[in-house]
C-alpha cells in the first residue's frame, strides 16, 4: 500500500466568503507515491465460485479522452477499469460492484436537467481538471501549481478508484433546458464502510465504519442551479442502497455557512467540532455531522426539495 499524505483542503475565508460564489474543495487526501495498479492495468473475469478476480496482464496504455456526454460515449465495465488494481474480489463485491456500475440519479432542475452516476474510466481527467482548479483557485495560487495539483489529484483518484465498491467517484452532467449538450457540472465521493476510508481522515474522525461524504464541487458557472444539492442527495441515495449502516457522516468548516444551511436543511446535525487547538496546525476547525438516513423502498421517496441558490461543500 502506498503511503499517504494527508491534505484538508479547504477554501480561504479571507478570499472565498461563501461557498455559492465558489468553487469548492475540501478534504482530499493525496497518496505520496503512485498505487501499484498504475504499471499493470486489469483485465477482468468473474470466477466462479465464492470470489471473483481482477487479474493485472497487461502494459499500461493511454487513457481515453475526457469526453461531456453521458448517454453517446460507450465504456468500459468497471471491472475492465484501466485504473483498478488487480485483486479478488468476493461475491458480494462483485455484486456490489455490478450495482455502482448501474447506478443512476436522474433529476429535472428548473434551468434544465442533471444526471449523477459512477465516474467511468474515460472521465478520469476531466474530474481530475475539475478538482484541481477548484482547489487552485480556491487558494489563489498561481498557476504553475496547477499541473503538480492535478498530478496530485489524479493520484488519489486512481486509488480511491482501486478499492471499489468500497467507495466511488460520482459525477454529476448537466443540460441545460435548450440544444445544449451535457457537459461535467460536479463530483463527490461517497465512501460505503472501513475498507472504503481514507487511511488519514480529517477530524473530528467519523466512525470508520460509517458511509462518509466528502470532496463535493460544483462547476462556478453552473452554480446556483441546485445541483449541489442534488449530488448530495444522490450520495445519499446511493448510501441507502449499498450499505446497512442508517447514519452517514459529511464535515463542514466552521466559517461555512452556505454548506452548513444547506447540510441542516438536509436533516444533518453536529455530533463533534475541532478542538481550537487544530488551528495550530494551520487548519480551520470543522464540525462533524451525521444524518441518519430513512428506509427508502423506491428512489422515488427521497426528498428532492432543495434551496433556491446553489450551495456545495
Not at 499517504?4 to 460564489?21: A, E, G, K, R, Y
Not at 465558489?22 to 501499484?36: I, M, N, V
Amino acid at each position: 500500500m502506498a503511503a499517504t499524505l494527508s491534505f484538508s483542503l479547504s477554501l480561504d475565508p479571507h478570499h472565498h466568503h461563501h461557498l455559492h460564489h465558489r468553487k469548492a474543495l475540501h478534504f482530499l487526501h493525496f497518496p505520496s507515491s503512485a498505487p501499484s495498479g498504475l504499471r499493470h492495468p486489469p483485465l477482468g473475469f468473474r470466477k466462479s465460485g465464492r470470489s471473483a478476480f481482477a487479474a493485472s496482464f497487461s502494459s499500461p496504455q493511454p487513457s481515453p479522452p475526457a469526453t461531456a456526454s453521458t448517454g453517446t460515449t460507450p465504456s468500459a465495465p468497471l471491472l475492465d477499469d484501466p485504473y483498478r488494481t488487480g485483486r479478488f474480489l468476493t461475491d458480494e463485491e462483485f455484486d456490489r460492484l455490478r450495482s455502482l456500475e448501474g447506478f443512476a440519479y436522474d433529476r429535472e432542475l428548473r434551468s434544465g436537467s442533471l444526471r449523477v452516476r459512477v465516474m467511468r474510466a474515460e472521465e478520469m481527467d476531466e474530474t481530475v481538471g475539475l478538482l484541481a482548479e477548484s482547489f487552485a483557485e480556491s487558494m489563489l495560487l498561481p498557476g504553475g501549481y496547477v499541473s503538480l495539483l492535478r498530478f496530485l489529484v489524479k493520484q488519489y483518484l486512481i486509488e480511491r478508484r482501486g478499492v471499489m465498491p468500497h467507495a466511488a467517484t460520482l459525477v454529476g452532467f448537466y443540460k441545460d433546458g435548450g440544444e445544449g449538450e451535457e457537459e461535467l457540472a460536479g463530483t463527490v465521493e461517497v465512501c460505503f464502510d472501513k475498507r472504503g476510508t481514507n487511511a488519514s481522515p480529517p477530524t473530528p474522525t467519523p466512525p470508520r465504519n460509517s458511509p462518509y461524504i466528502c470532496n463535493m464541487t460544483v462547476k462556478e458557472q453552473l452554480r446556483r442551479r441546485g445541483i449541489g444539492w442534488h449530488l448530495l442527495k444522490a450520495s445519499e441515495e446511493l448510501i441507502s442502497q449499498m450499505c446497512s449502516s442508517g447514519e452517514v457522516y459529511l464535515h463542514c468548516r466552521m466559517i461555512d455557512l452556505a454548506p452548513f444551511n444547506m447540510y441542516t436543511k438536509a436533516g444533518y446535525r453536529i455530533v463533534k467540532t475541532d478542538n481550537v487547538l487544530v488551528l495550530l496546525t494551520l487548519q480551520r476547525r470543522k464540525h462533524l455531522m451525521c444524518k441518519k438516513l430513512p428506509v427508502l423502498h423506491s428512489p422515488s421517496e427521497s426528498d428532492e426539495s432543495g434551496p433556491d441558490q446553489e450551495q456545495t461543500s
